[in-house]
T-cell receptor
Framework: AQSVTQLGSHVSVSEGALVLLRCNYSSSVPPYLFWYVQYPNQGLQLLLKYTSAATLVKGINGFEAEFKKSETSFHLTKPSAHMSDAAEYFCAVSRNTGKLIFGQGTTLQVKP | DSGVTQTPKHLITATGQRVTLRCSPRSGDLSVYWYQQSLDQGLQFLIQYYNGEERAKGNILERFSAQQFPDLHSELNLSSLELGDSALYFC????????????FGEGSWLTVV
């Protein structure tokens, strides 16, 4: 069975600091991995996805993530946080079926 | 704007009632997915339809049912509602079965009182 664990339900960073949101997955087959962002009172927006091509994936708004098979990780990073990055972030895994298994989410707080 | 339209945006109803949530996928997308987001369970996959046919089922209760119509819009029917059914229900769509790129609507907030 597939599963996703996001380490840290809340992460707080200062504006301009590095953002690191952690995601570990469990999958018996090569997974597809995704990061979604949810702003207050809005739907889920796809930030980036890994679908077995390049292991370093660049997404929107300056975010990127690296697929590390040996560590079963897909951590999300951004070099410099903006106030507008404050939101909830979800890591998800699928087996190329469209059925996404989501982590519990990480709320990112950005302090001025 | 993802192109996925959900109605209603907010709904308050009493226990024991039945409601229907509606979803219009992005133009041309054949796959429609329904997800539930609640404080207790997080984001959970409920069901997927592809071109009118059910393709995958997740943690969907027997009191819930869905369908996809010939014009590709979908409805999620929730019956015998309980307080615990209060949640944000998302519809999503993609162009194929792989789900490599899934677009989510803004959700329908259901409150059961």
């Amino acid at each position: 069975a597939q599963s996703v664990t996001q380490l840290g339900s809340h992460v707080s960073v200062s504006e301009g600091a590095l953002v690191l949101l952690r995601c570990n997955y469990s999958s018996s087959v090569p997974p597809y991995l995704f990061w979604y962002v949810q702003y207050p009172n809005q739907g889920l927006q796809l930030l980036l996805k890994y679908t077995s091509a390049a292991t370093l994936v660049k997404g929107i708004n300056g975010f990127e993530a690296e697929f590390k098979k040996s560590e079963t990780s897909f951590h999300l990073t951004k070099p410099s946080a903006h106030m507008s990055d404050a939101a909830e972030y979800f890591c998800a895994v699928s087996r190329n079926t469209g059925k996404l298994i989501f982590g519990q989410g990480t709320t990112l707080q950005v302090k001025p | 704007d993802s192109g996925v339209t959900q109605t209603p945006k907010h709904l308050i109803t009493a226990t024991g009632q039945r409601v229907t949530l509606r979803c219009s996928p992005r133009s041309g997308d054949l796959s429609v997915y329904w997800y539930q987001q609640s404080l207790d369970q997080g984001l959970q996959f409920l069901i997927q339809y592809y071109n009118g046919e059910e393709r995958a089922k997740g943690n969907i209760l027997e009191r819930f049912s869905a369908q996809q119509f010939p014009d590709l819009h979908s409805e999620l029917n929730l019956s015998s509602l309980e307080l615990g059914d209060s949640a944000l229900y998302f519809c999503a769509s993609s162009g194929d079965l792989s789900g490599n790129t899934i677009y989510f609507g803004e959700g329908s907030w259901l409150t059961v009182v």
